[in-house]
């Protein structure tokens, strides 16, 4: 069983940066790993998601985050976090850690974390 703790949400003007991280515990095998959102009356949408090929990290983006939002992860440490810059109001969701076992088809989901921005 794999779970997942989310930090950094918060309050912030837009133009603002935030940082949000996740650590994850239990025995993984190589997942893919991302941030999703879900803003209020909205589907959940894929922010950004990362998979490790060997030693290298690749990275995908949703078109309105590209340029202002990196997600990076620790293998290591079996973290994840997200950065942003330049946050909008249209930004403002309650954020989610997933890991995906591609292996055992299974999802895992943090709590989850709430970002505001205000305009």
């Known amino acids: 069983q794999v779970q997942l703790v989310e930090s950094g949400g918060g309050l912030v003007q837009a133009g603002d940066s935030l940082t949000l991280s996740c650590v994850a515990s239990?025995?993984?095998?190589?997942?893919?790993m991302g941030w999703y959102r879900q803003a209020p009356g909205k589907q959940r949408e894929v922010v950004a998601s990362?998979?490790?090929?060997?030693?290298?990290?690749?990275?995908t983006y949703a078109n309105s985050v590209k340029g202002r939002f990196t997600i990076s992860r620790d293998n290591a440490k079996n973290t994840l976090s997200l950065q942003m810059i330049n946050l909008k109001p249209e930004d403002t969701a309650v954020y989610y850690c997933?890991?995906?076992?591609?292996?055992?088809?299974?999802?895992?989901w943090g709590q989850g974390t709430q970002v505001t921005v205000s305009s």
């Open positions: 997933n890991v995906y076992e591609t292996l055992l088809s299974k999802n895992y």
């Open positions: 239990g025995r993984m095998f190589n997942p893919r």
């Open positions: 990362i998979n490790t090929y060997g030693s290298t990290n690749v990275p």
